[in-house]
């Protein structure tokens, strides 16, 4: 079975998306005027990024695995070899913090989580989902995600636009039920909970798998979605700028909008209206999807993973005071780790795929 085109705006928008998430972890908000909100709301992108995995695989898969031609196990080495050389690489450049895990966790915690996080599994147990690289949770979920995926796949192709999406709506109001709970028992006792706020139940809305798993489905069945509109569609490119300028405003209400919601859930059929929009031929995708944009935005994921290694290592070494360029920071270090990660994808991420795949026969 052919292999289903590249969508190249997609990649594009995925360097923005990290980018965001960047700027979310270490940067003011307001240094950047009408975008502000934008960036005060970068944990958005990670919701963004986990329906357009769901999207990506059912995209690329689904047909294959209708058909009976998808093999579990090849799937599931597959993903490992996508996704375990730069999550292994995050591991090793954590020795930066490792000392100050050690004294930040109980004992217990902390070889808990030294043990689960190789194996991808430190998200199931919320107070060390964060351990050692913060980005890192998502890949617990990723990996669960991808476990579930072979059997997801062989859901039956829906034959009309209108009953699929009420079932997507569906998935959506599903999707918005934790966060709804959390809003209504408010758990943790906290007021007005926002990007800053800790608790044990809002750690566990934010950072473990199954609250999230809306968003994956949803993507999948996004991709079911995207097959019965042409790529030419004038209706897509309506659906991308409607998808920008709606979650521009939304984001634009700050507080208003509960955070709780917002972490997750809310935005999922704004980010399904993007992804329809930049999957199809018109000149939004055009835009997103030009060499420069695409030939970064393949590095997204080493940006995400990486960029809280990277920040420690660039300033645990003072390499830029020693270099007397440290007036330049932060927008120095923004460039250089969009730089270091564009050498890990080149000369660490894809080196040991084409390794792996040699070994596992994947």
Request: glycine share 8%; hydrophobic share 55%.
């Amino acid at each position: 079975m052919r292999r289903p085109a590249r969508l190249h705006a997609l990649t594009g928008l995925r360097f923005f998306a990290a980018i965001n998430i960047l700027l979310f972890h270490f940067s003011n908000p307001q240094w950047f005027g009408f975008l502000a909100p934008v960036i005060n709301a970068g944990y958005a992108p990670v919701s963004y990024f986990i329906m357009l995995s769901g999207f990506v695989l059912a995209y690329n898969h689904a047909p294959k695995a209708r058909a009976g031609q998808l093999n579990k196990v090849r799937f599931w080495k597959s993903r490992l070899i996508r996704i375990y050389p730069i999550y292994f690489l995050s591991l090793l450049l954590s020795w930066q913090v490792l000392s100050e895990a050690y004294k930040a966790y109980t004992h217990q915690m902390f070889w808990l989580g030294m043990v689960l996080t190789p194996l991808l599994l430190q998200g199931w147990v919320p107070s060390i989902a964060t351990f050692l690289n913060t980005p890192a949770w998502t890949m617990s979920a990723e990996a669960f995600f991808y476990f579930i995926f072979p059997w997801m796949a062989k859901w039956k192709e829906p034959e009309r636009m209108a009953p699929h999406i009420a079932k997507m709506a569906g998935v959506w109001a599903l999707g918005m039920i934790p966060g709804t709970l959390y809003i209504a028992f408010n758990p943790d006792g906290i007021a007005h909970p926002d990007r800053w706020s800790y608790g044990p139940w809002l750690q566990a809305l934010k950072f473990t798998p199954l609250p999230h798993l809306a968003s994956f489905v949803f993507g999948v069945m996004l991709a079911s979605l995207d097959q019965m509109i042409e790529r030419a569609h004038r209706l897509r490119f309506l659906l991308g700028v409607f998808g920008f300028g709606a979650i521009f405003s939304l984001l634009s209400l700050g507080s208003a909008i509960p955070f709780a919601l917002a972490h997750d859930g809310l935005l999922m059929p704004l980010f399904g209206c993007i992804v329809l929009g930049l999957a199809g031929e018109n000149p939004l995708s055009r835009l997103l999807g030009a060499r420069p944009l695409v030939f970064v935005g393949e590095a997204s994921y080493c940006l995400y993973l990486l960029h809280f290694n990277f920040w420690n290592l660039i300033h645990g070494s003072h390499v830029l005071n020693r270099l007397g360029l440290a007036r330049f920071d932060p927008w120095l270090s923004y460039v250089l780790l969009v730089a270091l990660s564009v050498l890990a994808l080149h000369f660490v991420e894809k080196p040991a795929q084409r390794q792996l795949r040699k070994w596992m026969g994947a």
